[in-house]
């Protein structure tokens, strides 16, 4: 087994067993606090969208209300009737985790580890922490790939068998088919309710896929899951990190999320903080489209803040989707 391959190895058997206590145990005392929360209902015409804003520091608010939001789509106004913070939403939005593991030869090939132990340890601790911390989320979609694509899916109950099944996963492919498995995923995630957010974890590379680059914008366009890519790309030839880094931001900012290049192993602590820190500070803004069309075209959403604890609104940063596709009715 490679470094990095024991690495990735090690980080999804901690993530998977300890997500399901921590859930159940943060379930409990939500049920026993008798928390109030916005009830979220699924309609038809409601266009919902995660939006997370930081400062200029890179910290994200987590005390804005509704009324510091306004939704302009297609440059027209629109009331907002679903509003819910982050940290308010067990029990209220159902959230869904996909992580997508690149497990191909090339990640194995990135970094010789020196302290090995130590950086196995330190990818668990960090794990860990991540996982537990999303607390609210009902499933968790495994998506590890390499030359081939293999996706499944796990309630609280079944993450002793995701555990085995990263246990049997032993030999690494030596291409990529990182497009395909976003892919696979995507179409997997599109009848979920709620909000979904996929974590990918890879160097950026593709060498097999059948789906085109292009292709994939347009399915995370068509799809409402806010990506967070934390991009390895240090090791990778200068020939192709550039592209590689701005493929994977591209990804993220589509959607809403972000993209994440932590500099060495060091940093894998940090780099999950953010990822959690801008999971738990995500606002859902929920409204239904002044255009009755169903035309199926693409409209643009922009979300702007009016006013932020007493920062200017020039000096936020505002992440969320760039906009969907209408409904589509034949005529």
Known sequence: MCARQAWFLG???AAAACLAEARSAKADEAKAEGEQQPVFRAETDLVT????????????????????????????????????????????????????????GSMGADIEL?????????????????????????????????????????????????????RARKQLGAETAFYDALGVYLDGAAEAEGRTVLVIFTDGGDT??????????NLLRAAEVTVYAVGFLEHQPSSVRTEQRLRL???AEETGGEAIFPLSMKQIESAYDR??????????LGYTSSNAARDGRWRRVEVKVARAAGS???????LTRKGYFAPFVRP
């Not at 989320?137 to 030359?147: I, S």
């Open 11 to 13: 980080l999804a058997l």
């Open 49 to 104: 969208v995660g939006v997370t804003v930081r400062d200029r520091a890179g910290v994200p608010l987590t005390d804005l209300s509704q009324a510091d939001f306004t939704v302009v789509e297609d440059g027209q106004a629109q009331t907002v009737t679903y509003f819910a913070r982050g940290d308010q939403e067990n029990g209220a939005v159902e959230t869904h985790v996909g992580l997508l593991l690149d497990t191909s």
């Open 114 to 166: 020196v302290d090995f132990e130590a950086d196995i340890e330190l990818a668990r601790k960090a794990a860990v922490r991540f996982l537990n911390t999303i607390t609210d989320a009902v499933d968790m979609t495994l998506v590890d790939f390499d030359t081939e694509v293999r996706i499944a899916k796990y309630t609280q109950q079944d993450f002793p068998r995701m555990v085995e099944r990263i």
């Open 208 to 217: 097999r896929s059948a789906i085109p680059f292009k292709d994939v914008m």
């Open 249 to 251: 931001t591209q990804m």
């Open 275 to 284: 990822v959690v820190a801008g999971i738990r500070a995500q606002y859902t």
């Open 312 to 318: 200017r609104a020039r000096d936020l940063r505002v």
